[in-house]
């Protein structure tokens, strides 16, 4: 994928601030510090377009990013993390679930999880969630670069048996650092939205 253009667009709480260009959008959801900035920057190569923080939390709103004024990539907030109050966790949900459910433009949700550990109970409820919508359940295991290949099958093997995933072809190896699994990830998205090489 020839990147020409990547640009932040918005961080939007509500959906009378979603961007209303009517391109088609794949949005990124996954607990808190999972690699999602650092995902999209690494397939962006960009340095700093999404924000990369070490303070768990730090994605609070969707945040939306537009490639060659072809399709947009949605930053969902991240879940699980036990410094934010159940009041705000609520809101956050609110502000998914009305993303999810109304937002036409959507094509596909995409679920990370960090490879190194076994989904826990905040990915499986997520990964149903995003199921119930209507979604595929495709899973980008992410920081593969931290474990050694024998290690990243095994990992593979517990996220597919954890998350009951059918078809291990759901899920994507990838480590922003590395650069591992971004041709592969490039090709789902070209199959989701059909772009343009």
């Given at each position: 994928?020839?990147?020409?253009?990547?640009?932040?667009?918005i961080?939007?709480?509500?959906?009378?601030?979603?961007?209303d260009?009517?391109l088609?959008?794949i949005?990124?959801?996954?607990?808190?510090?999972?690699?999602?900035?650092?995902?999209i920057n690494a397939?962006?190569?960009?340095?700093?377009?999404?924000?990369?923080s070490?303070?768990?939390?730090?994605?609070q709103?969707?945040?939306?990013?537009?490639?060659?004024?072809?399709f947009?990539?949605?930053?969902?907030?991240g879940?699980?993390?036990?410094?934010?109050?159940?009041?705000?966790?609520?809101?956050?949900?609110?502000?998914?679930?009305?993303y999810?459910?109304?937002?036409?433009?959507l094509?596909?949700?995409?679920?990370?999880?960090?490879?190194?550990?076994?989904?826990?109970?905040?990915?499986l409820m997520m990964?149903?969630?995003i199921?119930?919508?209507?979604?595929?359940?495709y899973?980008?295991?992410?920081?593969?670069?931290?474990l050694s290949?024998s290690?990243?099958?095994?990992s593979?093997?517990?996220i597919?048996?954890?998350?009951?995933?059918?078809?291990t072809?759901?899920?994507?190896p990838f480590s922003?650092?590395?650069k591992?699994?971004?041709?592969?990830?490039?090709?789902l998205f070209?199959?989701?939205?059909?772009l343009?090489?």
């Open positions: 994928m020839i990147i020409r253009k990547a640009e932040f667009l961080s939007a709480v509500n959906k009378d601030q979603y961007p260009m009517g088609p959008e949005a990124f959801a996954g607990k808190s510090n999972v690699g999602k900035s650092s995902m397939l962006l190569n960009r340095r700093n377009l999404a924000r990369v070490s303070e768990p939390g730090k994605t709103t969707l945040n939306f990013y537009n490639i060659n004024d072809e947009n990539f949605v930053d969902l907030p879940y699980g993390y036990a410094k934010v109050s159940k009041a705000e966790q609520a809101k956050w949900a609110d502000m998914i679930e009305t999810l459910h109304g937002r036409k433009e094509k596909e949700v995409i679920l990370l999880v960090d490879m190194r550990h076994e989904p826990g109970k905040n990915d990964y149903d969630w199921r119930s919508f209507g979604f595929t359940g899973i980008i295991a992410t920081k593969t670069d931290k290949r290690q990243q099958i095994k593979m093997d517990v597919k048996k954890t998350m009951q995933v059918k078809d072809g759901l899920i994507y922003s650092t590395s591992q699994g971004l041709e592969e990830v490039w090709d070209n199959s989701i939205i059909n343009q090489k």
